[in-house]
């Protein structure tokens, strides 16, 4: 699989501010997924992209996927104490497999 | 109820010995798929299933096994566990034009 390159690899912000990370790859992706992940538990689905240029929003998260469909970004608004965690971006291709970002991880400071 | 349960949780063994992770969904959905997960590296597809029976590898299959008995149930097995197996390993399930779904993962240590 290939590994997509996913930045910044962690963020330290205060509660309060904006966040913005994102994913890129040489390859072309059909899909695009961002999920995060808290201790102890699995990653969850935050937002699926599907079409390139789609931009989709869900509450303070607003997700992007490329034109080239090689990109995606990840913006947090306003962000809070909850947050906190890491994110990864996931890359789908025609076929079965996702190929996951390394993951951004996000702390939040009261 | 949990759509994905994994058990156990964590699991503490030692190298040589035979250990299997089992995987069940409530959701009915055809796919499912075991991840390797290691600090700093992301995710990474061990072995997946389209239907019961259906067995295909992944990026880093090797050192492991899988069996799909019955379509809720998707296990794991490492025939000899080495110390550089030490992971935490996800499940997940994925229904028909839908995004894969994780389980809580299990904590695995190998001395």
């Known amino acids: 699989g290939q590994q997509l390159n996913q930045s910044p690899q962690s963020m330290f912000i205060q509660e309060g501010e904006d966040v913005s990370m994102n994913c890129t790859s040489s390859?072309?992706?059909?899909?695009w997924l961002w999920y995060k992940q808290d201790p102890g538990e699995g990653p969850v689905l935050l937002i699926a992209l599907y079409k390139a240029g789609e931009l989709t929003s869900n509450g303070r998260l607003t997700a992007q996927f490329g034109i080239t469909r090689k990109d995606s970004f990840l913006n947090i608004s306003a962000s809070i104490p909850s947050d906190v965690g890491i994110y990864f971006c996931?890359?789908?291709?025609?076929?079965?497999?996702?190929?996951f970002g390394k993951g951004t991880s996000l702390l939040v400071t009261p | 109820d949990a759509d994905v349960t994994q058990t156990p949780r964590n699991r503490i063994t030692k190298t040589g010995k035979r250990i299997m992770l089992e995987c069940s969904q409530t959701k009915g959905h055809d796919r499912m798929y075991w991840y390797r997960q290691d600090p700093g590296l992301g995710l990474r597809l061990i072995y997946y299933?389209?239907?019961?029976?259906?067995?295909n590898k992944g990026e880093i299959s090797d050192g492991y096994s899988v069996s799909r008995q019955a379509q809720a149930k998707f296990s794991l097995s490492l025939e000899s566990a080495i110390p550089n197996q030490t992971a935490l390993y996800f499940c997940?399930?994925?229904?028909?034009?839908?995004?894969?779904?994780f389980g809580d993962g299990t904590r695995l240590s190998i001395l």
């Open positions: 996931a890359g789908q291709d025609s076929g079965y497999a996702l190929n």
């Open positions: 390859s072309i992706f059909n899909t």
């Open positions: 299933s389209f239907d019961v029976k259906d067995i």
């Open positions: 997940a399930i994925q229904g028909s034009n839908q995004p894969q779904h």
